[in-house]
């Protein structure tokens, strides 16, 4: 008798997991020398300004992008939604220079303000939206070099629909 209860009780606990999901622990990571963008297919480190990182879900390494402007161009006009990406960060440019993000200093591109219409450029030479993870660093940006704040969903559409870059390079 006790045998059939630990069958029950196991044949139980195999039932209740099989409608668990995982804890999704994605994080964003940081580029290597190894690491290359996305679209120009060049050393992330050949180029300055702020960077992205796209993980699409069941991925153990991100898509990189030499450019805010490219991920979210990336985001908005590709095969891929929302639900299909584990993670999505952007260089905050509040912290470290242009030449150089500071390390670590990550933020979740939905969560980050932009300026867009500034005349900073990608290291390509097209429009780049800066990145900021705290809204009072970017309208002192904008005060400072030009442009407007948005949020993520007008940064997209907006760099998607003004110059999406070519899988050639030449953005």
Same mark, same amino acid.
């Given at each position: ?11 139980? +606990?195999?039932?209740?997991? +099989? ?20 679209? +120009? ?32 161009? /990336? ?38 303000? /932009? ?36 949020? /993520? ?19």
């Amino acid at each position: 008798m006790n045998v059939v209860r630990l069958l029950c009780i196991c044949a139980m +606990c195999v039932l209740a997991a +099989c409608g668990q999901e995982t804890v999704n622990s994605a994080a964003p990571r940081e580029p290597d020398k190894t690491s290359v963008g996305f679209f +120009c297919r060049m050393g992330l480190s050949e180029h300055k300004g702020p960077k992205g990182q796209i993980l699409p879900k069941g991925w153990t390494e991100p898509l990189w992008f030499s450019s805010v402007r490219d991920a979210l161009t /990336y985001a908005e006009t590709e095969v891929v939604s929302e639900n299909e990406m584990a993670g999505f960060w952007v260089n905050d440019m509040g912290r470290g220079t242009w030449d150089k993000p500071e390390p670590g200093a990550w933020v979740a591109a939905q969560d980050a303000w /932009y300026v867009i219409d500034s005349p900073m450029t990608t290291g390509m030479g097209g429009a780049e939206a800066v990145p900021f993870k705290e809204r009072g660093e970017a309208e002192a940006f904008a005060a400072e070099k030009g442009g407007r704040i948005v949020g /993520y969903a007008e940064a997209k559409s907006n760099l998607a629909s003004s110059e999406a870059p070519d899988n050639k390079g030449e953005t």
